[in-house]
């Protein structure tokens, strides 16, 4: 799922936040301009990809984008589009409103890798409604929708033409903005929804068949939080970079605010859930009831923190050209979380800020790179898989466990399960005639079955523990080349 982020536009109203005059005046404009100017260069307004002007109460903000892909240093000519505009109002000592009512089609013509790429991209029914108020609780608040977001691409190559087909409809984000409780930094929420998304890929080669691939969504929902940003120390030190983008960054000023951004925001996480996935290719056709993600990871703190998930159920694959016995063993849900925990990260970003080479090229010195190990692995990292399982037909396995490497000695613990492995065998026995990877398959999992012991249950159970290199199954030790 992805996350939108809050538009450049939004974040500078807390560049632009004393209190400006109404109606609208050359002084606010040119209050505005050095506003965008400290975050994106003067270029920007000299060159006019950025234009601010008075409208009544509104000053209203376009961007030029043909000018800003000449000001990056490309051909103008390999995207037009016309100007996308909105309206900044003051409202208050201090506080905002933006608007913006349509976003311009985007035409393309450009090389790529393969060829040359053209087509368009639009936004149809496209809304952005954005409010700064430092008085209020939530001093951000933006809200996008679009009905359509199309996009069709076409990149031809020698080889091969390749025809893209992308819609995306109902697209909806909220997000809200507040002050971290101790004032340690923002703590930022974001909620976006989908109604169905479609996609369609058609590749031909040159003199031969066209071959199709298409996926579709029935909907999609994701939210993100993210606590304690250091809002304002990075907006600084990326104002700071910019305004010595020609500079070699280095000196006290450049670490100082560096580190006063430290560490960066406390947690991030995101997590979405898509349903009704659907892939239809020439070998068949894939269908899923739900895909479920999250992930989250911390700042440069200690100690640090990292997580992955996964989540799918109602899995199905159609083809006609798998064998009978394929679907029952392919997987019909997954679940698999891991989180991994740490000291030393904040450690680790002081050694690389305080390291000469880092400073001067962004490489790290040898030396450097050893504390920074030592660093973390002093921290006694950690990992810990949380209870998951893996179906199918006629495979039902669970697993869980945690390791860490306290005092650098790596130890855990993991148990793995399993109902429906005699039948898993006897599958794997229907394919082993034409298949050498089956028959590797029924070598490995009869050696598996050699080692489990009986649960409560009726279930197949493995407990794999090790300590440095010694590792064991249900106690008895494997060997490990040592």
Known sequence: MRVRPLRPALVLFVAVSPAF??????DGVRQLEDAYAAYFTRAVIDKGVVTVTPDGDDYVVAWDLEKGIALLGADPGMAKAARFSYRLTPTA??????????????????????????????????????AYDPAEADFLRATLGVDVAHAKFKVAGADQT?????AETGVAAETRAKSASGGGGVDVASVQHIASLTETIVATPTGGSPQALTYSIGSGVGEATLSGLRAAEIADLWKYVVAHADDTLTGHDFGDKLRAALPLWKDVKAVGKLTDVVMKAPFGQAKLSSLGETIGFSGL?????????????????????????????????????????????????????????????????PEAQDEIDAALLAGDPKLILAPGRLTT????????????AVGGAPHGRFTVSADGLDKALALLQEAAGTDPEAEAAILSLTYAKGLAKAGPDGRLVWIVEFDGTDVTVNGSPLPTGK
């Open 21 to 26: 005059a109404s109606p609208a005046t050359p």
């Open 301 to 365: 703190t200690a100690p640090a923190t990292a997580e992955f998930g996964i989540d799918l159920e109602g899995l199905t694959i159609d083809s006609p050209q798998a064998p009978a016995f394929a679907a029952k063993l392919t997987p019909a849900s997954f679940s698999f979380d891991v989180k991994a925990s740490g000291g030393g990260l904040d450690k680790a970003a002081e050694i690389a800020l305080n390291d000469p080479s880092f400073a001067a090229n962004g490489d790290l010195s």
């Open 162 to 166: 390749a025809d893209t087909d992308f």
């Open 93 to 130: 000592d201090g506080a905002w409103r933006l608007l913006a009512d349509a976003f311009p089609t985007l035409t393309i013509d450009a090389p790529a890798d393969a060829g040359r790429m053209t087509g368009t991209f639009e936004l149809r029914g496209f809304g952005l409604q954005g």
């Open 393 to 404: 037909p006629a495979l039902d396995l669970a697993y869980e466990g945690e390791a860490s």
